[in-house]
C-alpha cells in the first residue's frame, strides 16, 4: 500500500527538467580482414572444401581436429599462429571429424589431430600427433619450399 502511494506522489509530480549531460560519444568499430585473419578458415562441406583447399593455387594445411580430443585444442591455436607467421604464403584449413566424416574417410584420417600438408590438390606430406612450434615451422618451410 505503502508503495502505491509512493507511486502516485511520483507520477503526479509536474516534469522536471533532467539535468544537462554530456553527449554521448559514439564509437564506430572497425572490421579488419587483413592477411592474417583470412590465413584460416573452417571446412563448411565437402564442396567448400574442394573450392577452398583442393582448387587453391596456395599451399594449404588441414587440419582434422574434433571438439571432444584434448591433444586437438593445444594444436589447433599453435598451428594457426605458425600459419599466421608465413603472411598468407600458406592457408589453413580446420575440418571437424565429427560434422565432415566423409572427408576423414577420404583422406585416411584414423587418428586426430591428423595434419594434411595439400599443394596444387595433393598430399604432399601428413603428421599425426602434437608437434612442438620449431617443428611445426619447419613443416610450413617445406611445404611453402623457403
Known amino acids: 500500500m505503502a508503495q502505491r502511494?509512493?507511486?502516485?506522489?511520483?507520477?503526479?509530480l509536474a516534469p522536471?527538467?533532467?539535468?544537462?549531460?554530456?553527449?554521448?560519444?559514439?564509437?564506430?568499430r572497425a572490421f579488419s580482414t587483413s592477411a592474417n585473419c583470412k590465413s584460416t578458415f573452417n571446412v563448411q562441406d565437402g564442396s567448400d572444401f574442394q573450392d577452398r583447399v583442393v582448387n587453391n593455387p596456395k599451399p594449404v594445411v588441414v587440419d582434422f581436429h574434433a571438439q571432444w580430443c584434448g591433444p586437438c585444442k593445444i594444436l589447433g591455436p599453435?598451428?594457426?599462429?605458425?600459419?599466421?607467421k608465413q603472411e598468407g604464403k600458406v592457408l589453413m584449413a580446420k575440418v571437424d571429424?565429427?560434422?565432415?566424416?566423409?572427408?576423414?574417410?577420404e583422406y585416411?584420417?584414423?587418428a586426430v589431430p591428423t595434419v594434411l600438408a595439400m599443394k596444387n590438390g595433393d598430399v604432399v606430406d601428413k603428421f599425426v600427433g602434437?608437434?612442438?612450434?620449431?617443428?611445426?615451422?619447419?613443416?610450413?618451410?617445406k611445404l611453402i619450399g623457403a
Do not use: Y
Request: charged residues 35%.
Open 16 to 28: 522536471r527538467a533532467l539535468p544537462q549531460q554530456a553527449p554521448v560519444a559514439r564509437h564506430s
Open 130 to 141: 602434437i608437434k612442438d612450434e620449431d617443428q611445426l615451422e619447419a613443416f610450413l618451410k
Open 108 to 110: 585416411e584420417v584414423s
Open 5 to 12: 502511494l509512493a507511486l502516485r506522489r511520483l507520477l503526479s
Open 78 to 84: 599453435r598451428l594457426e599462429k605458425m600459419v599466421a
Open 97 to 105: 571429424i565429427d560434422d565432415h566424416t566423409d572427408l576423414a574417410i
